[in-house]
C-alpha cells in the first residue's frame, strides 16, 4: 500500500488532526504494535480487543514515525485519525484503497464452512501461473484480517485471492462489500459455528451474503452438490456456476476418481471439453476444492491447461492434511482445525490407507447444543475407517460412545481428558508398530501437535 495520511483519513471516514503531517506516505496497515515499530511507514489501528486496547501502544508507534487511526478522544494527537469505530473505519479504508487504487485487480473472495483455506491457496495458484496474485496470508478471513488482506494488496497486482470468515451474523456483506469480489466463492455450508446461526439454513443465509460486494456482472461459484446452496441460487439476480463431484447437473463436474500414491486423477468436464488433473493431495473433498479452484480460474481467463498444471503443484499449507511417513509410520497430521464435515473428510482418507489404521481425535468447537449429537456421530464414523480410536477432550467420552455404539469393540477406544497429551503419547508409543497409519484431527485449541511431538514423529 502506498497512501498518504490525509488519504487515509478521508478513505476511513475519520477526522486528522489538524498539527498532522497529511502528506506523510503509509505504506503498510496494521492491527499489531510490534508489526508496526518494525514496518516502513506504519499505520496502526488501534483496536481495544479483548486481551489488550491498542490504544496503550499509540505513543511508542507515533514515537518511531508512523500513524494511527484512534477512536479514544484522548488519543487524538499528531498523526493520528479519529474516527467512532476502529474496525469500521479499517473496512472503509480498504473499501476506499479497492475502489480507488485497485480497479483493475481481479478480486476472489472466498468462504464457506469447511474448505476456505485450500481452496483459497489453490485457486491462488491457478491464478498466478497466468498473472501476478496477491492472495490472504494464512487465514486472516475476520473482520480485521480481511481489510488488512485487501490494503496489502500490491498495486502491481492483477488477480487477489481473499478469504471471508465469519463467527456470528452480520459480518461476510461488509466485508464482502469492503472488498468487492468480481468472483465469489461458497465452498459448502457445514456445522461449524451453528450455535451463533442456530441451524445450516442460518449459516447459508449468512455465506450467501457474500454477493452483496460482488460487482456488477460479477459470478458466484458454488457447491452443486449442497441442496441449501442450489436453492439458494435461485434467489439471487448474480450469474452463478455450480462445481460438483457428485455427478449433479453443473457448468464444472469432476469425473473418475482415483488415488495412487499419494496422487488423486480426476477428469473435469467442462463447457471447454474435458482436461485431465493430477493432484498431489487425497480425498473426495480436495478434489470439490481443486475442482472449484479450477472454475475460479476459468471464470478469470485463466487456460484449462494452466490451470491443470497450477493444480498438479499444490502442496497443502500449515498444519492441514500434511501426510508423511516418519519412522515406519504413515501419519495423517490435520490438527489445524475440525468440524463434522471436515472430520468426516479426514475419516474418508484415513480409510484408505493401509495397516492398521489409528484414528487419534479430539473435540470440534463452537457447536453449542449440537456438540454432543454431532460428536457421538462422528465416533460412529470411525467404524469401517479406523481399527483403533484415542480420542482427547471434553467430548472424547462422546467419540467414544458414537464408536461403541456402532460396535467399535470397547478395548480398542481410549479415552483421555483435555490435558492428556503426554498420557495419549505414551500409550499411542507403546502401541502402535512399523505399517500403521494414523490420522491426527481436532480443532486448533486441542493442541493435537504435542501429541505428534511428544511421540517424536512430527
Do not use: W
Not at 484449462?304 to 498444471?309: G, I, L, M, Y
Amino acid at each position: 500500500m502506498l497512501i498518504t495520511l490525509s488519504e487515509a483519513a478521508r478513505l476511513s471516514g475519520g477526522a486528522l488532526h489538524p498539527d498532522s503531517d497529511g502528506a506523510l506516505v503509509l505504506r503498510y496497515v496494521c492491527a499489531d504494535s510490534r508489526e508496526a515499530l518494525h514496518a516502513d511507514g506504519p499505520l496502526f489501528a488501534a483496536i481495544k480487543g479483548e486481551r489488550t486496547d491498542g490504544g496503550l501502544y499509540v505513543g511508542s508507534v507515533l514515537d518511531a514515525g508512523g500513524a494511527a487511526i484512534v477512536s479514544d478522544r484522548a488519543l487524538f494527537v499528531r498523526n493520528t485519525i479519529l474516527v467512532d469505530d476502529v474496525r469500521g473505519a479499517l473496512a472503509r479504508l480498504a473499501g476506499g484503497y479497492r475502489r480507488e487504487r485497485l480497479g483493475n485487480v481481479k478480486c476472489v473472495c472466498i468462504t464457506g464452512s469447511v474448505g476456505k483455506t485450500t481452496t483459497k491457496d489453490m485457486a491462488a495458484l491457478v491464478l498466478s501461473a497466468h498473472r501476478p496474485t496477491y492472495a490472504t496470508a494464512g487465514n486472516m478471513n475476520s473482520r480485521i484480517g480481511l481489510p488488512l488482506s485487501v490494503l496489502r494488496v500490491p498495486e502491481e497486482a492483477r488477480a487477489c485471492v481473499l478469504e471471508i470468515g465469519m463467527s456470528e451474523p452480520g459480518e461476510i456483506a461488509p466485508l464482502s462489500e469492503a472488498a468487492a469480489p468480481d468472483i465469489a466463492v461458497v465452498t459448502n455450508i457445514g456445522s461449524s459455528h451453528i450455535q451463533a446461526f442456530g441451524s445450516r439454513e442460518g449459516i447459508c443465509l449468512e455465506k450467501m451474503s457474500i454477493v452483496n460486494g460482488l460487482r456488477p456482472g460479477g459470478t458466484l461459484v458454488l457447491n452443486g452438490d449442497e441442496p441449501l446452496l442450489t436453492a439458494a441460487a435461485a434467489r439471487v439476480p448474480q450469474r452463478c456456476v455450480f462445481a460438483s463431484v457428485e455427478e449433479r447437473p453443473a457448468q464444472y463436474r469432476a469425473e473418475s476418481v482415483t488415488e495412487s500414491d499419494g496422487v488423486t486423477h480426476f477428469s473435469v468436464v467442462f463447457a471447454g471439453g474435458r482436461i485431465e488433473i493430477a493432484l498431489p493431495a487425497l480425498g473426495l473433498h480436495n478434489v470439490r476444492n481443486a475442482l472449484t479452484a479450477f472454475a475460479v480460474g476459468i471464470e478469470a481467463g485463466v487456460p484449462a491447461s494452466v490451470c491443470a498444471e497450477a493444480l498438479s503443484r499444490f502442496v497443502p499449507s500449515g498444519s492441514r492434511q500434511n501426510i508423511y511417513e516418519k519412522n515406519g509410520l504413515h501419519i495423517i497430521a490435520d490438527c489445524y482445525n475440525a468440524s463434522p464435515e471436515s472430520m468426516t473428510a479426514a475419516l474418508s482418507v484415513l480409510r484408505g490407507f493401509p495397516g492398521r489404521r489409528i484414528a487419534v481425535l479430539g473435540d470440534m468447537l463452537e457447536l453449542g447444543a449440537y456438540a454432543g449429537r454431532l460428536h457421538r456421530d462422528m465416533g460412529a464414523a470411525v467404524c469401517g475407517a479406523a481399527d483403533l480410536l484415542f480420542t482427547i477432550g471434553s467430548a472424547a467420552e462422546q467419540i467414544a460412545e458414537g464408536a461403541a455404539a456402532r460396535g467399535m469393540p470397547r478395548e480398542r477406544i481410549r479415552v483421555f481428558p483435555a490435558d492428556g497429551h503426554e498420557a495419549a503419547a505414551q500409550a499411542l508409543r507403546e502401541i502402535v508398530r512399523p505399517g500403521d497409519s494414523l490420522l491426527f484431527k481436532a480443532s486448533n485449541r486441542m493442541n493435537l501437535k504435542k501429541v505428534i511431538e511428544r511421540m517424536g514423529i512430527s
